[in-house]
């Protein structure tokens, strides 16, 4: 899906950039973006567009691709997929550092706590979060997981079976985040993840 620069404050701009050398030649087919594209259609009821691309594990590729993504076509939020592991080509959290203004630890935190409840090798991972800011415009940067179910856990956090949430998913602290950044205000179907807010932050529902 192309995303044409359109300056709507109340429309949230996401980029989504899956990193594969294999994928990115053909060799099998992407799963990382549909993944995303099928979360964030089940989890925001608030206005949203989105930019994708598939680049190979190359720290130049990269870095262009997260700062065309904020700094040109100014996004909001940009999550990545791949790459976080410890190879030799695994540069994806070395690219998002070289493009970054502020880290944003807790979320890495976080996300090898999600994944650490199912696999003792999640504690391999090297995925960070950053913040990315210019003159007018501020975005969030995330490294996820490459599978589409670690990439759904991670956001979404775990239930149990009567739906009560056991360990919390990254995404219900983003919302707020952005709002704190300057950017749109994010609504979220409560079914999929809730958004945490401040009582003081949150809006009345139109």
């Given at each position: 899906?192309?995303?044409?620069?359109?300056?709507?404050?109340?429309?949230?701009?996401?980029?989504?950039?899956?990193?594969?050398?294999?994928?990115?030649?053909?060799?099998?087919?992407?799963?990382?973006?549909p993944a995303?594209?099928?979360?964030?259609?089940?989890?925001?009821?608030?206005?949203?567009?989105?930019?994708?691309?598939?680049?190979?594990?190359?720290?130049?590729?990269?870095?262009?691709?997260?700062i065309e993504?904020?700094?040109?076509?100014?996004?909001d939020l940009?999550?990545?997929?791949?790459?976080?592991?410890?190879?030799?080509?695994?540069?994806?959290?070395?690219?998002?550092?070289?493009?970054?203004?502020?880290?944003?630890?807790?979320?890495?935190?976080?996300?090898?706590?999600?994944?650490?409840?199912?696999?003792?090798?999640?504690?391999?991972?090297?995925?960070?979060?950053?913040?990315?800011?210019?003159?007018?415009?501020?975005?969030?940067?995330?490294?996820?997981?490459?599978?589409?179910?670690?990439?759904?856990?991670?956001?979404?956090?775990?239930?149990?079976?009567?739906?009560?949430?056991?360990?919390?998913?990254?995404?219900?602290?983003?919302?707020?985040?952005?709002?704190?950044?300057?950017?749109?205000?994010?609504?979220?179907?409560?079914?999929?993840?809730?958004?945490?807010?401040?009582?003081?932050?949150?809006?009345?529902?139109?």
């Amino acid at each position: 899906m192309t995303m044409t620069k359109i300056n709507n404050p109340d429309q949230l701009r996401i980029g989504l950039v899956s990193i594969s050398d294999r994928a990115s030649s053909g060799v099998y087919e992407d799963q990382g973006i549909p993944a995303l594209r099928d979360w964030f259609s089940a989890a925001l009821t608030s206005p949203w567009q989105m930019e994708t691309r598939l680049i190979p594990d190359e720290r130049a590729a990269i870095e262009k691709a997260l700062i065309e993504l904020v700094d040109v076509l100014h996004c909001d939020l940009v999550l990545t997929t791949g790459g976080t592991g410890p190879a030799k080509r695994d540069v994806t959290p070395e690219a998002t550092l070289a493009v970054a203004t502020k880290e944003m630890p807790g979320f890495g935190e976080q996300m090898r706590q999600i994944s650490l409840r199912f696999v003792p090798t999640a504690i391999l991972s090297r995925q960070v979060t950053v913040i990315r800011e210019s003159a007018d415009h501020a975005a969030l940067i995330m490294n996820l997981p490459g599978q589409p179910k670690s990439i759904k856990e991670t956001l979404e956090g775990l239930k149990d079976a009567d739906g009560k949430q056991l360990v919390a998913g990254i995404f219900a602290a983003v919302p707020y985040c952005i709002d704190l950044m300057g950017g749109p205000y994010i609504e979220t179907d409560e079914n999929v993840c809730k958004a945490f807010r401040p009582k003081s932050a949150v809006r009345a529902k139109t």
